[in-house]
């Protein structure tokens, strides 16, 4: 062994090397202040170890990138802890470097002679953000990508040059493939290499000058190995372990694939990035533009940190305090702007609504691509695009929720919200008028219309156009419109409701109840097929109990029972709403399209009519087969129902609104 | 602030014997230094080095059909895939026929319903049974041709020479043309009658005389 190292000594000198690099002198003795340069080493180390590995399964392209990603994080073999150390480790190197940079300024280590490795350290810096920008895009989710949009179109701000800059980092006008493919030799070939340059000189002349001590008689000198190792070692051991265990605990998200058509409005920068991004929210900033407030002002700080050892070098003592009294006063502002963003996103209830959605959405997406089917050629993102489970909800919140509601909320998770009475008032929760249609055609929404029509469709009564009838007919005209309280239906329910909850006719109720929810067809319930022969016969012959017996459904909706014709026509039509499989999907997609045809409300109708040209087929079918369940089942973590906080703040706020009472 | 100074010296431009200032250090100490910074570089490669190993050691899913109800599978259990041509495809004078094999492939996170994988030779003497070949040359895997003047199989590559019944012709080549399973049948069911083709199709490995499945 020690013939091989003299031999290689002899020809490389690489004990003399290793003398060197081990044997540093470190004055004072080892400290822990020193550990923070070396930890910043190693966590490049490991973004280079596991940068490599996600290279080896990456594939940059706007139809692959979150496709490989995601085949990554949640196929491969280890891939989310690969994946989840480089996602910390980048967060890591960032907070290392600022604390470092501070250590640098508050210990005067940027003085002569250290100036010229100040300014590599800033370059360095400069590469490391670089780094963490360009790697954000690369998964090519939501996430990423509108962050990075809102990078680029920063960049478009620079004077004179910036549309080009923009151009040429995103490889043309817009994002695409070239968009990914640029950023990805950015991340992963031209950055790293002018790190690696920047870093060796960087540590050459660190080594040149040797380290800043403040107190060399504190305790006898040492040397670098072992006892400055020793620490230095134990600090990576711990960010190592930080890093882990996060990877482990917290997979890194996976938003859902980018799509420009699709908003996202969730929409941040990475953590880091957040006092930037706060500042630029700032009335006064915002209102002298992206330039001032994301190019001027931050390229200004950057000029004061470099010009460091100038000012302390032309000030002496006092520009040293003024450096450090910056650098504090930078340190500061950055942390209140952070905390200031977290603490509004926290109270922002459209922000957090927004988190919903894009965490539903980008489950989804897994959860659409872990299927046998696996991901089509053309991308992940079509998954979604056809998916109802995600548009549907989007597509009620768009065209539906102005009037009704869904479990309380617009589809997406949110309370309606409306101007308040003046300009200065706040907003308010604004009452539904028309039905809820969480669980439309279920057992409950049919047990309701059997049992409870007028509370069940209470909501309407907040309508205009119902106020107007009341008050019409109240003065003595007539008119003829949908009242819940008042109509052969209510009046069926109300006058039979003793009939009804008679013990004779439990059964009854459940048996036709049974068949109203069977004629839906909606996927993910079996029902009950005895029950339901019964409930047919309940519902077309009126086979009942007591003094409801002979009152069937058929006497008014004559096509009960019946399938929903493929080619509708009102030549059938009687004076009552179909129930031809009421609440199917062909029957829904007929009624949207036309609620005021003879078959369904007639001149009654106060639906606004869908037609293709407000609803095109395609968003159409989304919204019927989500509302109908026609979608491949998922587990993931719906909305939550807001029909109680719904009816709850509508009795606080306003007076005079009708809603349906007791549960659902 | 003095050490900041630029009076101090560059490091290394003073050459103090360090080992006289420096106090012994215990061996376990540098062994514990020595452990240490060999964990944090051990510990990242070693969790990246089996990242790395993913296609050796992850298992991989079952593959699903999307066979329409009532139609009979392309692919049945036992992995025998239905070819387009019928036994009325294959020439009757014992010229070999060269036939795409279609199937549902799987790579990575793509899934392609029904496209080519492969090619093989399909070769029928009078009303003998049906030879099928795998067209990759068991050599280095080129894909052999069939020359018609010579009335052999041949490689354009490193020129392996197969008969026509498959057997090597040349020493280039470590074993015959890998012969595949067939399978005659009648809407799916095994009939020696049977006009549809039924091939297990496999690739081996290549570059040696055992025949083994990839």
């Given at each position: 062994m020690i013939a091989l190292i003299n031999w290689l000594e002899t020809r490389t000198g690489v004990k003399a090397l290793m003398h060197e690099a081990f044997n540093e002198r470190v004055p004072g003795g080892a400290r822990w202040r020193y550990v923070w340069g070396s930890t910043l080493v190693f966590t490049f180390v490991l973004q280079m170890i596991t940068g490599f590995m996600l290279w080896s399964a990456y594939s940059p392209s706007t139809r692959t990138a979150w496709e490989s990603v995601y085949h990554i994080q949640h196929e491969m073999f280890l891939g989310n802890i690969i994946r989840g150390l480089h996602h910390y480790a980048a967060q890591g190197m960032v907070v290392l470097m600022a604390i470092h940079l501070i250590q640098v300024i508050i210990d005067g280590a940027y003085k002569a002679p250290r100036e010229v490795n100040f300014w590599l350290g800033i370059v360095l810096m400069m590469i490391v953000l670089g780094l963490s920008l360009t790697g954000y895009l690369l998964p090519w989710d939501q996430k990423g990508y509108y962050a990075t949009q809102v990078t680029t179109n920063i960049m478009s701000a620079t004077p004179v040059v910036g549309r080009e800059v923009q151009v040429l980092a995103q490889g043309g006008s817009d994002y695409g493939h070239l968009t990914l493919t640029r950023f990805f030799a950015m991340h992963a070939g031209i950055l790293p290499t002018l790190?690696?340059?920047?870093?060796?000189?960087?540590?050459?002349?660190?080594?040149?000058?040797?380290?800043?001590?403040?107190?060399?008689?504190?305790?006898?000198?040492?040397?670098?190995?072992?006892?400055?190792?020793?620490?230095?070692?134990v600090a990576c051991l711990a960010v190592l372990a930080v890093v882990l265990l996060l990877a482990m605990f917290r997979a890194p998200e996976l938003s859902a694939p980018a799509d420009p058509a699709v908003k996202f409005d969730a929409a941040r920068p990475e953590w880091y990035f957040l006092f930037l991004f706060r500042f630029l929210k700032f009335h006064a900033v915002e209102s002298l533009g992206v330039t001032f407030g994301a190019i001027i002002v931050p390229g200004i700080i950057m000029g004061i940190i470099a010009a460091m050892p100038i000012t302390a070098k032309v000030l002496g003592n006092l520009g040293h305090t003024l450096n450090r009294a910056f650098t504090w006063a930078l340190a500061l502002g950055v942390v209140v702007l952070t905390l200031m963003a977290f603490y509004e996103d926290a109270n922002n209830v459209e922000h957090q609504a927004a988190l919903t959605e894009a965490h539903r959405d980008g489950q989804r997406a897994i959860e659409l691509s872990t299927g046998p089917d696996k991901i089509p050629v053309e991308g992940?993102?079509?998954?979604?695009?056809?998916?109802?489970?995600?548009?549907?909800?989007?597509?009620?919140?768009?065209?539906?929720?102005?009037?009704?509601?869904?479990?309380?909320?617009?589809?997406?998770?949110?309370?309606?919200?409306?101007?308040?009475?003046?300009?200065?008032?706040?907003?308010?929760?604004?009452?539904?008028?028309?039905?809820?249609?969480?669980?439309?055609?279920?057992?409950?929404?049919?047990?309701?219309?059997?049992?409870?029509?007028?509370?069940?469709?209470?909501?309407?009564?907040?309508?205009?156009?119902?106020?107007?009838?009341?008050?019409?007919?109240?003065?003595?005209?007539?008119?003829?419109?949908?009242?819940?309280?008042?109509?052969?239906?209510?009046?069926?329910?109300?006058?039979?409701?003793?009939?009804?909850?008679?013990?004779?006719?439990?059964?009854?109720?459940?048996?036709?109840?049974?068949?109203?929810?069977?004629?839906?067809?909606?996927?993910?319930?079996?029902?009950?097929?005895?029950?339901?022969?019964?409930?047919?016969?309940?519902?077309?012959?009126?086979?009942?109990?007591?003094?409801?017996?002979?009152?069937?459904?058929?006497?008014?909706?004559?096509?009960?029972?019946?399938?929903?014709?493929?080619?509708?026509?009102?030549?059938?039509?009687?004076?009552?709403?179909?129930?031809?499989?009421?609440?199917?999907?062909?029957?829904?997609?007929?009624?949207?399209?036309?609620?005021?045809?003879?078959?369904?409300?007639?001149?009654?109708?106060?639906?606004?009519?869908?037609?293709?040209?407000?609803?095109?087929?395609?968003?159409?079918?989304?919204?019927?087969?989500?509302?109908?369940?026609?979608?491949?089942?998922?587990?993931?973590?719906?909305?939550?129902?807001?029909?109680?906080?719904?009816?709850?703040?509508?009795?606080?706020?306003?007076?005079?609104?009708?809603?349906?009472?007791?549960?659902? | 602030m003095t050490s900041t100074s630029p009076e101090i010296p560059a490091a290394g431009s003073v050459d103090l014997p360090i080992s006289v200032e420096t106090p012994r250090r215990s061996l376990l100490v540098q062994l514990i230094t020595g452990m240490l910074s060999?964990?944090?570089?051990?510990?990242?490669?070693?969790?990246?080095?089996?990242?790395?190993?993913?296609?050796?050691?992850?298992?991989?899913?079952?593959?699903?059909?999307?066979?329409?109800?009532?139609?009979?599978?392309?692919?049945?259990?036992?992995?025998?895939?239905?070819?387009?041509?019928?036994?009325?495809?294959?020439?009757?004078?014992?010229?070999?026929?060269?036939?795409?094999?279609?199937?549902?492939?799987?790579?990575?996170?793509?899934?392609?319903?029904?496209?080519?994988?492969?090619?093989?030779?399909?070769?029928?003497?009078?009303?003998?049974?049906?030879?099928?070949?795998?067209?990759?040359?068991?050599?280095?895997?080129?894909?052999?041709?069939?020359?018609?003047?010579?009335?052999?199989?041949?490689?354009?590559?490193?020129?392996?020479?197969?008969?026509?019944?498959?057997?090597?012709?040349?020493?280039i080549p470590p074993r015959d043309l890998d012969v595949l399973e067939v399978s005659m049948r009648t809407h799916g069911q095994q009939d020696a009658n049977g006009h549809e083709i039924w091939v297990k199709f496999q690739n081996f490995q290549r570059a040696t005389s055992d025949k083994i499945v990839i």
């Open positions: 790190l690696v340059g920047f870093l060796v000189l960087h540590i050459y002349v660190f080594r040149r000058h040797g380290l800043t001590v403040h107190d060399p008689k504190r305790a006898p000198d040492t040397t670098f190995w072992p006892d400055q190792v020793l620490k230095d070692s992940a993102v079509t998954l979604l695009r056809e998916d109802p489970f995600t548009h549907g909800p989007r597509l009620f919140a768009q065209h539906c929720s102005s009037c009704h509601r869904f479990n309380g909320h617009d589809g997406r998770g949110s309370l309606v919200t409306e101007a308040g009475k003046t300009d200065e008032a706040p907003s308010v929760i604004a009452a539904p008028t028309a039905a809820d249609l969480g669980g439309f055609g279920n057992r409950q929404w049919m047990t309701a219309i059997v049992m409870d029509y007028s509370n069940h469709f209470a909501w309407m009564k907040n309508s205009t156009w119902f106020r107007d009838a009341q008050a019409k007919h109240a003065a003595g005209g007539t008119v003829d419109y949908i009242n819940p309280d008042s109509s052969e239906m209510a009046d069926w329910t109300s006058g039979n409701l003793d009939a009804l909850k008679s013990a004779d006719n439990a059964d009854n109720v459940k048996a036709l109840v049974e068949f109203l929810a069977a004629e839906t067809g909606h996927a993910g319930t079996t029902y009950d097929a005895a029950l339901v022969e019964k409930g047919r016969d309940l519902a077309i012959k009126g086979s009942w109990a007591g003094a409801l017996n002979g009152t069937s459904c058929a006497s008014c909706h004559d096509t009960i029972g019946q399938d929903f014709p493929t080619q509708p026509d009102d030549s059938t039509a009687s004076s009552y709403p179909t129930l031809a499989k009421y609440a199917s999907l062909a029957w829904l997609k007929d009624f949207i399209r036309h609620p005021d045809a003879a078959r369904h409300y007639g001149a009654k109708n106060q639906m606004v009519v869908y037609s293709s040209q407000k609803l095109s087929d395609e968003n159409l079918d989304l919204l019927v087969r989500w509302m109908t369940n026609d979608y491949t089942a998922s587990t993931v973590h719906d909305y939550q129902d807001q029909l109680e906080v719904l009816k709850a703040s509508l009795a606080s706020n306003a007076s005079g609104v009708a809603a349906p009472k007791g549960n659902k | 060999f964990l944090i570089i051990a510990v990242p490669s070693t969790l990246s080095g089996l990242f790395f190993l993913d296609p050796i050691l992850r298992k991989r899913k079952a593959v699903s059909d999307d066979t329409a109800d009532g139609e009979v599978p392309r692919k049945d259990e036992a992995g025998f895939i239905r070819l387009d041509v019928t036994k009325e495809a294959v020439p009757q004078d014992g010229t070999p026929l060269s036939v795409t094999v279609n199937d549902d492939l799987v790579d990575a996170w793509n899934m392609f319903r029904d496209v080519p994988v492969g090619s093989i030779w399909l070769r029928k003497v009078g009303d003998g049974p049906i030879l099928a070949f795998n067209s990759i040359c068991p050599h280095l895997g080129c894909s052999v041709d069939y020359i018609r003047e010579e009335n052999e199989f041949y490689c354009p590559c490193h020129a392996s020479a197969f008969a026509l019944d498959g057997k090597k012709m040349n020493d």
